[in-house]
């Protein structure tokens, strides 16, 4: 396949057009391979450009990955509010199981953005320590507004304190990020732990794994003391 022609942006909204062509090929490479197997000279291939040319626009590999999980963050945040607003179309209208409607919400929302469940586990291993810390304030601000946000709708939709409904966004996102590498989609290491028998317990299936602890989580915050 031909490359792309790469061609030094020479204005302000060249170079931002020339970033947006970067983040949307290293989403591209990610979410086909894994965070973990795209390099700096995968993405900068893709965009028909020499790796050294990257730094014109990004610092770090890792600058790149953090920008596409500051957007995945704002994107996550939008749909999960939506649904937390509709708690009836997650499966049940019974509001003593708004619970399990809440939990389902946020499980299903993130477990439909594959790219943004992996970068959620990359983030604070290693994307977060390949950037300026100026890079480090922008995103950490950008993701406790988003899951402040969030935090808030569930909050208007449970009986929650505002402490409990920021531990659930923390232990719905960590989580997420966490079962999304244990599940291994989409690669070898999967397709082992389904053909080998004793490695059943191994096969991981994210959406009602997590729906199932985020209920438990839930339930258990909104439980009157000693109950």
């Keep these: 396949m031909t490359q792309p022609k790469f061609e030094r942006a020479r204005s302000a909204e060249a170079k931002r057009i020339r970033e947006t062509a970067i983040l949307a090929a290293a989403a591209r490479l990610a979410?086909?391979?894994?965070?973990?197997?795209?390099?700096?000279?995968d993405i900068a291939a893709a965009v028909g450009m020499h790796k050294s040319a990257m730094l014109r626009y990004f610092e770090t590999r890792e600058e790149i990955f953090l920008r596409l999980a500051g957007s995945g963050w704002q994107q996550w945040s939008r749909e999960a509010r939506d649904r937390l607003d509709r708690p009836a179309e997650e499966g049940t209208d019974d509001p003593e199981d708004r619970f399990a409607a809440a939990a389902a919400a946020l499980a299903r929302t993130l477990v439909a953005r594959p790219l943004?469940?992996?970068?959620?586990?990359?983030?604070?291993?290693?994307?977060?320590?390949?950037?300026?810390?100026?890079?480090v304030r922008a995103f950490k601000a950008l993701a406790a507004a988003e899951a402040d946000a969030v935090a808030a709708a569930?909050?208007?939709?449970?009986?929650?304190?505002?402490?409990?409904?920021?531990?659930a966004v923390a232990t719905a996102t960590a989580m997420a990020g966490a079962l999304w590498q244990m599940a291994a989609p989409g690669t070898a290491l999967r397709r082992f732990y389904e053909d080998t028998p004793e490695l059943a317990h191994a096969v991981v299936d994210v959406e009602p794994r997590l729906t199932g602890i985020l209920t438990a989580l839930l339930r258990g915050c909104a439980a009157p003391a000693g109950v």
């Design 116 to 135: 943004f469940c992996d970068l959620l586990a990359h983030t604070p291993l290693n994307l977060e320590r390949g950037v300026s810390f100026e890079a």
């Design 154 to 167: 569930l909050c208007a939709a449970l009986p929650l304190t505002p402490g409990q409904g920021r531990d």
């Design 31 to 41: 979410t086909e391979r894994g965070v973990r197997a795209v390099t700096l000279t």
